[in-house]
């Protein structure tokens, strides 16, 4: 199944960090009784007023989209998704057991309006089903008439995903709206979105960073893991060191940043796979007789670096001292096979 990719705009990428929205909730009532009359076509009997048994039916066309909401990016993952839900309706209609979920807000001068809360793509395939000439004149809405502050429907993006969970990336614009109501305190951020404090972390570092890097997280050039990685490890320079990675991948032909293509990636694979021989090496040295010829500088500079092995072993004995378990000791004086 082909799947366009469509590519967002800076201006569409701004919206989704700088989404806000008033909400005046509205009659549910009012609406129900105002049926499909202001979208139904000429030569369409129209439904005079929705009904509902546990769940309200509802004309999809009435039902609007709020701009920059849905923080889902529309990539080819996306696309195909929608076409997957389009052929499923096509061939059995709209499943009663995946209803919509929206929200009644008041317009003014006596008017109503149905706002999606929660079902962006299965809204999405359902018109295609119908602009494809399938008629379907309703579908299954839970008319929510609380929780739907912006803070609340800010939380709900995040945890009304929980069958087709939000990418790391959608995740992170996510905890930057919340940071609205809770700056600084990520443990809260996690407990309203069902992350953990220091994913909530890892998304507002890529966020606040260089917004070239969060496209390219989005544009899945860098996955999130290893773009804060970087973030973590170069700070400030992160965005150069990405974005050398990147031409260094491209001119290998790779599409996507390969982490063996970032600068001292294989040098720093190098050392530490020769640290084992290094150590080896330098207690030799020191035991050789010719260890005292050496000039004191680079005598200290031996010194120092078996200083770092000795710690370091001493705190690996440590961790296996306090975490006994079956597993072999890991072993400094022998080279990984």
Request: with cysteine; aromatic share 6%.
């Amino acid at each position: 199944m082909d799947a366009i990719t469509v590519q967002q705009t800076e201006a569409e990428h701004q919206m989704d960090l700088d989404f806000r929205l008033q909400i005046f909730p509205g009659s549910i009532k009012k609406a129900m009784a105002n049926g499909n009359r202001d979208v139904v076509e000429a030569e369409e009997v129209p439904i005079l007023k929705f009904g509902s048994s546990d769940l309200w039916n509802i004309d999809p066309r009435c039902i609007e989209v709020i701009p920059g909401y849905n923080v889902r990016v529309k990539n080819a993952k996306y696309a195909e998704k929608v076409e997957i839900l389009k052929q499923n309706m096509m061939e059995f209609g709209f499943s009663k057991d995946s209803p919509l979920s929206v929200f009644v807000t008041d317009e003014g001068d006596g008017k109503t309006s149905f706002k999606l809360k929660r079902g962006h793509r299965r809204l999405e395939a359902v018109l295609a089903v119908i602009a494809a000439g399938k008629p379907i004149k309703t579908v299954p809405c839970i008319v929510v008439k609380d929780a739907i502050s912006e803070q609340d429907l800010t939380e709900d993006l995040a945890t009304g995903n929980s069958g087709d969970p939000l990418s790391s990336y959608e995740n992170a614009i996510v905890c930057k709206r919340m940071s609205r109501w809770h700056p600084d305190d990520h443990a809260m951020i996690g407990l309203r979105l069902e992350l953990w404090p220091s994913q909530v972390s890892d998304c507002l570092l890529l966020m606040n960073g260089p917004a070239e890097i969060a496209n390219y997280v989005r544009d899945d050039l860098i996955s999130f893991t290893h773009a804060i990685e970087l973030l973590k490890d170069h700070g400030p320079k992160a965005l150069e060191v990405i974005e050398q990675s990147l031409a260094r991948s491209r001119a290998a032909g790779k599409t996507k940043l390969m982490p063996r293509f970032v600068p001292g990636k294989v040098i720093k694979k190098a050392v530490t796979a020769a640290a084992p021989a290094m150590k080896a090496a330098i207690d030799d040295i020191k035991k050789d007789k010719a260890f005292s010829q050496l000039s004191p500088e680079n005598q200290q500079k031996l010194e120092a670096i078996l200083e770092q092995f000795k710690k370091a072993e001493e705190a690996e004995a440590q961790l296996n001292a306090d975490n006994p378990t079956d597993e072999p000791e890991l072993n400094l004086k022998q080279a990984e096979v």
